[in-house]
């Protein structure tokens, strides 16, 4: 079994930054892949970015450039790194991990992904 437990979440300034952090216990990252979601309501979840256990990492077009996906193995966490915050980058944000090999071009589809934390809220006011 994997679990998953993000914190860091909370309210910024359009403009603002902020780190999510996500603590994995029965996972290693000798697996496959593990990636952060968000989602808001009446809206479907969607991929900000995920990361391979070869490091390999991929961002969402909305948010390259400001989002940065990385792990610390050694910790045993995930993080996602939030540079210039936006109003519509307020959601609910997921970690999630995957030991089944995942496509390239599927590593941002949640349906790829079998392990789920419970969210953290990201709000963020212009």
């Known amino acids: 079994q994997v679990y998953l437990v993000e914190s860091g979440g909370g309210s910024a300034q359009a403009g603002g930054a902020l780190r999510l952090s996500c603590a994995v216990s029965?996972?290693?990252?000798?697996?496959?892949?593990m990636g952060w979601f968000r989602q808001v309501p009446g809206k479907e979840r969607e991929g900000v970015a995920t990361?391979?256990?070869?490091?390999?990492?991929r961002h969402a077009d909305s948010v390259k450039g400001r989002f940065t996906i990385s792990q610390d193995n050694g910790k045993n966490t995930l993080y996602l790194q939030m540079n210039s915050l936006k109003p519509e980058d307020t959601a609910m944000y997921y970690c999630?991990?995957?030991?089944?090999?995942?496509?390239?071009?599927?590593?941002?589809?949640?349906?790829?992904?079998?392990?789920w934390g419970q969210g953290t809220q990201v709000t963020v006011s212009s």
């Open positions: 990361i391979t256990s070869t490091g390999v990492t």
């Open positions: 999630a991990a995957e030991t089944r090999w995942i496509n390239w071009e599927r590593l941002l589809s949640p349906d790829e992904y079998h392990y």
């Open positions: 029965g996972y290693t990252f000798s697996r496959n892949a």
